[in-house]
């Protein structure tokens, strides 16, 4: 019988894409240079199909007991918040995001949080024990039930495991992790799904709750072979501005809660805490009216979240004026300034026009469209808008206000914070026909104000001046 035949086939480095034929550039993840040549051995024909002993034989699904796969706090209520209630036994978690975002340091609150009632093992490939504990002791994560492994030899890893038995494994990171008797470098496509599998079936086995740190490639996706995001049960990404102590963490996947929930941080010298409130970080508190700004109230998952927008309009010497954005959908703002050119008389065709969030605030929200509007009309006319007024709406190409989700939470959240008039789209219904606002309602002491299209909005805002006659909307404003 003739010897097992091998065939040629060629795999991206990157993202573990294959093809029959080389090329330059991978197909799946636009990488260069990452694809390279592999053998791998041709299939036979024949094939073993036969049955294996079953191990467990199968139940009536109403017999099967979900207690073990209870939800247990982590300690971390942000955390929980996202993750659906806390960590489960046997669950593999993933958190990803970029260099020096603080991902360590959470998963280090985390694991010396929950040491404080069983035995949790944390395991470093990328540092030293003794510099994991100099973090330790700045953050005050010293635990008596908190054991601490530098390894990166996924055997030895196990080895801990069988030895310290604990209930959290937390992984820095997966990538640093190698499998002996596997081709490839640590990190590799290879490598890191058998790493992966691995520490999934160890959690499963064991009912082990094993969180793994990943990292991003430049275009923020999770390295590594895509499986890697299938073999686990939650994907979180860990995000946040370099300039700014505030981190947002997000479910991407979870198959024991939501996905649209977000929990916020504050990532200090002394370690990472919970920020229950954070408005007062994305608005700033002016001591009286300014021209070129406007407070939106966005959804960040189930949290409404307010954000000031900032807007400035100067007369452009060049011949093609700039548009600049930062936390804003730069294609986002050129629609919204064609339509106010279009339909609201606004005219930026000439101008240099830039717009930003206050404290590093991403804004991918379409209900900010009508802030945003507000606080390029405000910074073109040099009028500031009355004080204590948000403004929420999504603006179409016709130059139309669309209502938003959640729109009584952003209105409630508004209220609470003491602001005194929000402009709201009007209900499609009663908008057609006549231009005129709907209705006009206080809802927890705030003015609330609906208006069927932005040009309406503008001049209940006093930011239009084609017409002399604005709606005065707050006693003594003008």
Excluded at 116 to 142: K, N
Excluded at 259 to 266: A, T
Aim: with cysteine; proline share 5%; hydrophobic share 40%.
């Amino acid at each position: 019988m003739a010897g097992s035949k091998t065939r040629s086939t060629y795999r991206c480095g990157e993202c573990g894409w294959t093809t029959a034929k080389w090329v330059g550039r991978c197909g799946e993840c636009q990488a260069w240079g990452s694809v390279s040549e592999v053998a791998i051995a041709a299939a036979g024909p024949t094939r073993n199909t036969s049955a294996a002993p079953v191990t467990r034989p199968a139940v009536p699904i109403g017999q099967v007991s979900a207690e073990r796969a209870t939800h247990h706090r982590s300690g971390v209520p942000e955390l929980d918040r996202v993750l659906g209630g806390g960590l489960v036994p046997g669950a593999a978690v993933l958190l990803a995001g970029e260099p020096g975002v603080g991902k360590s340091t959470l998963l280090l609150e985390v694991a010396a949080r929950t040491a404080q009632g069983q035995r949790t093992l944390y395991v470093t490939g990328e540092e030293s024990a003794a510099q994991v504990r100099l973090r330790a002791d700045r953050t005050g994560a010293i635990q008596d039930q908190l054991y601490l492994a530098a390894e990166t030899d996924l055997g030895a890893v196990l080895t801990h495991i069988e030895e310290v038995r604990p209930a959290t494994v937390v992984i820095d990171s997966v990538q640093t992790i190698g499998a002996s008797g596997v081709d490839g470098v640590p990190g590799g496509v290879t490598q890191v799904k058998e790493v992966a599998q691995a520490l999934v079936r160890m959690a499963k086995s064991r009912d082990i709750t094993v969180v793994m740190i990943g990292h991003v490639t430049k275009d923020g996706s999770i390295a590594g072979p895509r499986v890697l995001e299938h073999l686990v049960d939650v994907v979180l990404h860990f995000e946040g501005d370099r300039n700014s102590r505030f981190r947002m963490l997000r479910a991407v996947k979870n198959r024991f809660g939501p996905v649209d929930e977000v929990g916020c941080f504050d990532l200090g010298p002394d370690g990472i805490s919970a920020v229950d409130d954070p408005t007062g970080i994305f608005v700033e508190r002016h001591h009286g009216r300014v021209p070129g700004t406007c407070v939106a109230v966005s959804m960040e998952g189930r949290r409404p979240l307010l954000a000031e927008v900032q807007g400035l309009v100067t007369l452009s010497p060049a011949e093609r004026p700039r548009r600049t954005t930062s936390g804003i959908d730069g294609s986002r703002l050129a629609m919204i300034l064609a339509v106010l050119q279009q339909y609201c008389g606004v005219r930026l065709h000439q101008h240099d026009v830039f717009a930003a969030t206050v404290g590093g605030a991403r804004l991918t929200d379409p209900g900010a469209d009508l802030a945003l509007a507000v606080a390029v009309a405000s910074a073109h006319f040099v009028s500031a808008p009355p004080a204590g007024v948000v403004a929420l709406g999504e603006i179409g190409l016709s130059g139309e206000l669309r209502r938003v989700r959640d729109l009584p939470q952003r209105l409630a959240e508004a209220a609470r914070l003491g602001f005194a008039l929000a402009i709201v789209p009007a209900d499609p219904g009663q908008a057609q026909g006549v231009r005129r606002p709907a209705t006009d309602r206080m809802i927890d002491g705030m003015r609330v104000i609906e208006a069927p299209d932005a040009l309406s909005a503008l001049r209940l805002l006093n930011l239009d001046r084609r017409t002399k006659h604005a709606l005065e909307v707050v006693d003594g404003t003008d």
